[in-house]
């Protein structure tokens, strides 16, 4: 797909292609620093799915329904109140931080 609009978008703003090639290659190097730094946050909320999902336990009780619905409504409203999930919601990527930092050669 890059090969059949390089040239296009090369003749549109009078780019050669070497500069062309840089703009490619500076977009490749954003592209693996943000998925970089994604994958460890990435863990971390899977590993606190599997960690919530395996604290599930299924109960047919009314009752029992009554007080886990009501104590879940309790619950996220604390927690979305006090920003306790604040890691996983808040999300931003410092374009600053990663063109010095980079990602790890290994």
């Known amino acids: 797909m890059v090969n059949l609009v390089l040239p296009l978008t090369g ?3 009078g780019a050669s292609e070497a500069e062309l ?7 490749l190097l954003v592209f693996s ?3 970089h730094r994604r ?3 990435a863990g971390r909320i899977a590993a606190e799915g599997r960690r919530r999902g395996n604290q599930k336990t299924g109960s ?7 007080i886990r619905d009501t104590t879940l409504r309790v619950v996220f409203a604390l927690i979305a109140r006090f920003g ?4 996983m919601n808040d999300y931003r990527i410092d374009l600053e931080q990663a063109e010095t930092s ?3 050669l290994s």
């Open 39 to 41: 994958r460890a946050r």
């Open 21 to 27: 090639v840089w703009v490619v290659t500076g977009y």
């Open 60 to 66: 047919t009780n009314p009752a029992a329904l009554l």
């Open 33 to 35: 620093v943000g998925i």
């Open 84 to 87: 306790s999930q604040a890691w």
């Open 11 to 13: 003749e549109q703003c």
């Open 102 to 104: 980079g990602p790890p």
